[in-house]
């Protein structure tokens, strides 16, 4: 069966707060990030919390993932006892 235009619409994600729609694919530079799939989030790699693109400060290039804050940064970066 056929879905209505207005039925299609309900599935898709309203805007960059909805919690849904796809996760972005991301290079991270020394200053900067590069897009390789457009997204509305990508996810931290200590706590796999979604991180909006719009909010995204603090990712490892050495690494190539993404931090939530300095707290998560730090978390990971450090090895702790």
Same mark, same amino acid.
């Given at each position: 069966?056929?879905?209505? &235009? &207005?039925?299609? $619409?309900? +599935?898709l994600?309203? +805007?960059?707060?909805?919690?849904?729609?796809?996760? &972005?694919?991301? $290079? =991270?530079?020394? +200053?900067?990030?590069?897009? /390789?799939?457009?997204? @509305?989030?990508? $996810?931290? #790699?200590?706590?796999?919390?979604?991180?909006? /693109?719009?909010e @995204?400060? =603090?990712?490892?290039?050495? @690494?190539?993932? &993404? =931090?939530?804050?300095? #707290?998560?940064?730090t978390? $990971? @970066?450090?090895?702790?006892?």
């Amino acid at each position: 069966m056929f879905e209505s &235009a &207005a039925a299609r $619409r309900t +599935n898709l994600p309203m +805007n960059k707060h909805d919690p849904g729609g796809p996760e &972005a694919v991301v $290079r =991270y530079g020394d +200053n900067e990030i590069t897009i /390789l799939k457009q997204g @509305l989030f990508v $996810r931290c #790699a200590v706590s796999g919390e979604q991180i909006s /693109l719009d909010e @995204l400060k =603090y990712w490892s290039v050495d @690494l190539q993932e &993404a =931090y939530r804050g300095p #707290a998560e940064a730090t978390q $990971r @970066l450090v090895k702790k006892p």
